[in-house]
């Protein structure tokens, strides 16, 4: 929901500091999988009960998937980056709830998976838009310059990266910060059906079987 509204402050920053590590010579897939790694050390540091540790790991880990962007916005982007990127986000986003899962089975388990499966939801509705979008040339700035056209929704990357933030500092709460956050997922993946079928109906539709 705020990630459009968040573009136009952490972009100018973020191109910099991309320029920069673009002229020392570090590509962006390398960024990205240094924020793949800091975020698999996070979910491991929470899952053993380093709470303090596992956010600032996340912190870091958000801070590498903005600088791989901008890298590549130096340098040149590729399907192969974009690729990485979104796949290794979602490895991401699984990994924290399933860490707290790991750190409490009996407290936690149960609003993890529900957590999870709203998260599902939302990157299928998520994904199977940008699939389409893309066979029918739709394209959108909206969320800042990405490898795929992605429609917003209540529950983005910024609110994400908040709750996670959130639990990693206060895992007491896990399981209502979970249960919550699992309602407004599945609501903005219902909202993201709604419009995308409404989208892809608006769509001029293209004969493909014409010799």
């Not at 990630?3 to 402050?9: C, G, I, K, N, S």
């Not at 596992?54 to 982007?77: H, M, P, Q, S």
């Not at 990357?157 to 919550?180: D, K, S």
Request: glycine share 10%; proline share 5%.
């Amino acid at each position: 929901m705020f990630d459009a509204r968040l573009r136009p402050l952490i972009d100018p920053p973020l191109n910099r500091l991309g320029r920069l590590i673009a002229a020392g010579g570090i590509g962006p897939n390398a960024v990205t999988l240094t924020g793949f790694a800091l975020g698999m050390a996070a979910a491991v540091a929470i899952a053993f009960g380093a709470n303090v540790a596992g956010f600032l790991l996340i912190a870091l880990n958000r801070v590498a998937d903005g600088l791989d962007g901008a890298v590549a916005r130096a340098t040149r982007k590729t399907d192969v980056g974009g690729y990485l990127d979104i796949s290794l986000d979602f490895f991401f986003y699984a990994a924290i709830p399933l860490a707290f899962a790991i750190q409490d089975p009996v407290t936690n388990a149960l609003a993890a998976s529900a957590l999870l499966a709203s998260f599902y939801a939302n990157g299928t509705a998520f994904l199977a838009f940008a699939i389409m979008a893309e066979k029918n040339g739709l394209k959108t700035d909206a969320q800042g310059a990405k490898s795929l056209y992605y429609l917003g929704g209540l529950a983005e990357g910024a609110e994400t990266i908040a709750l996670f933030l959130l639990m990693a500092l206060f895992p007491a709460w896990f399981p209502v910060l979970a249960w919550g956050f699992a309602g407004i997922c599945f609501l903005s993946a219902g909202a993201r059906v709604m419009i995308g079928v409404r989208a892809l109906k608006q769509t001029p539709r293209v004969d493909t079987h014409r010799p």
